[in-house]
């Protein structure tokens, strides 16, 4: 195993150039120029081969393949419990914790199966599987849902591939329960595909996610199609999608499709497609982020670098650089502060903008701001359309480029917001506004962003070295 290779799944975008094309090849070309990085730690954004890693515990098991998660668990002297948890080696291991998991007859056996833990000593390459004539599998099934915490202690899942176009739920985890935490694992050239609820990691998820990477990788799906999840909530800390094709209908993100009293923070989207499946009727929500955010928060975050959100050849509405729709729960609302986006194509019908496409009434965007071009003239530089009333409380310390354009250079949003234009090398310098601290805000914290002086955008500290 450790002389196997890394195989990527092939994948090509049209980024790095001067100007992007929409979905499908689109005609749209981009008018804003950036004369610096965007963002000086992305590096080289194309994929390498490299040999996989494998840890010391791992080393130590001669190069075995476990195929029988028990018999490799009880060489480890493990028990899976919260101070012992299962050492994973192998993707077999994977597939074969999967199988007792979604078919256990026992009750009691399957009680304590669901909330085994997990702590990752080597990548995991999930073609191993396919090659052995083993089929595809996913992690639980209804009613059978994963409660456990995997680690990825800075490992990798590499090409895992599910192709099941009619069903609904599909990633590596059926679903993720309230009590699961995944931490510290990367997720690289994944394939994959269902109906609704579709996202690398899992269908729908409540779990705390934090250090979670997908890179390399397609997603699709029809309605609720992410990144990470279909639909969530909980929590996403410090957690990056980078070179991502993630592909629906209605409530597509670029790391969740829709969510429900979530908070995302400290996270980001790079370099990453967020488009229509294929033509059809009423097509909406589509956002950098979320694509339609139920009385969510996106905190301390950005989408940057390349990233393509909605077409320019068929009616889309609600697109966003962050989120393409905000909506107001019963008692909890939707809030976006200290976050941007920049070097995005945002294309669309209607309801179009750089943070928000269509804001809910009592949606609060603070202390935030865009750099973007759009193809529609229903473009708005932070939110396109909606019914947020602006205030100093709802909508303020609001920004954006002043080299952005809209279709035929007019920008005419449905909803009026205060934003301010100033040039983009405003935007570098951490002692203007909105970064400095207001009599209603607080700033931005140095501790979170890095700043970079007369050269770049402000670039997340925690997410150095994700991409």
């Keep these: 195993m450790g002389n ?42 194309s994929p390498k081969a490299t040999p996989l890693k494998v840890g010391s515990e791992c080393a130590s098991l001669g190069g075995a393949e476990w195929k029988n998660f028990d018999a490799s668990s009880l060489a480890k002297n493990t028990d899976g419990t919260i101070n012992a948890p299962h050492i994973l080696c192998s993707p077999f291991q994977i597939a074969s914790f999967a199988d007792r998991l979604n078919s256990e007859p026992d009750q009691a056996t399957f009680l304590a199966i669901r909330s085994t833990h997990f702590i990752v000593n080597a990548d995991l390459d999930f073609s191993l599987i396919y090659v052995a004539g083993e089929p595809e599998f996913t992690i639980g099934t209804a009613g059978r849902v ?6 990825g202690n800075g490992y990798s899942f590499l090409n895992f591939k599910l192709t099941r176009p009619t069903q609904d739920s599909v990633g590596l985890f059926y679903s993720l329960g309230n009590s699961s935490k995944i931490s510290y694992l990367t997720l690289s050239g994944f394939d994959v595909e ?37 639909t969530a909530n909980g929590e996403i800390l410090s957690s990056s999608i980078n070179r991502v094709a993630v592909k629906g209908l209605m409530l597509v993100g670029g790391m969740v499709g ?20 294929f033509s059809g009727n009423a097509l909406s929500d589509f956002g950098g982020i979320i694509g339609q955010m139920n009385s969510s928060q996106i905190l301390d975050s950005r989408t940057a670098g390349n990233t393509i959100i909605g077409s320019d050849k068929i009616l889309v509405q609600n697109v966003g650089g962050l989120a393409g729709r905000t909506l107001n729960g019963t008692n909890t609302f939707p809030k976006i502060q200290n976050s941007y986006s920049a070097n995005l194509q945002i294309l669309g019908s209607s309801n179009v903008g750089g943070l928000v496409g269509s804001a809910d009434s009592a949606t609060t965007i603070l202390s935030s701001f865009s750099a973007n071009d759009s193809n529609s003239t229903q473009y708005g530089y932070i939110a396109g359309g909606g019914t947020l009333i602006a205030s100093p ?75």
């Design 258 to 277: 829709q969510t429900y009293s979530i908070i995302i923070k400290e996270s980001e989207v790079f370099g990453t497609e967020v488009t229509p499946l």
């Design 194 to 230: 269902g109906a609704n609820f579709v996202g690398a990691l899992a269908g729908t998820s409540t779990a705390s996610v934090s250090k979670l990477s997908v890179l390399d990788s397609t997603i699709s799906g029809r309605t609720k199609v992410g990144g990470f999840f279909g």
């Design 146 to 151: 994963y409660s456990g915490e995997l680690n």
């Design 4 to 45: 196997q290779k890394i195989i990527f799944l092939a994948f090509a975008f049209n980024a790095l150039a001067a100007a992007l094309s929409g979905c499908g090849g689109g005609e749209f070309k981009s008018k804003l120029v950036f004369t610096v990085p965007s963002d000086p730690n992305a590096g080289d954004s």
């Design 393 to 467: 409380t709802t909508a303020s310390n609001l920004f954006y480029s002043d080299a952005s354009s809209c279709g035929a250079n007019i920008c005419q949003p449905a909803l009026n917001l205060e934003e301010i234009a100033k040039p983009l090398e405003h935007f570098f310098d951490p002692n203007n506004l909105p970064f400095q601290a207001t009599a209603e805000y607080g700033g931005w914290s140095n501790s979170v962003w890095a700043f970079h002086l007369n050269t770049a955008l402000p670039t997340l500290i925690s997410i150095a070295g994700q991409e």
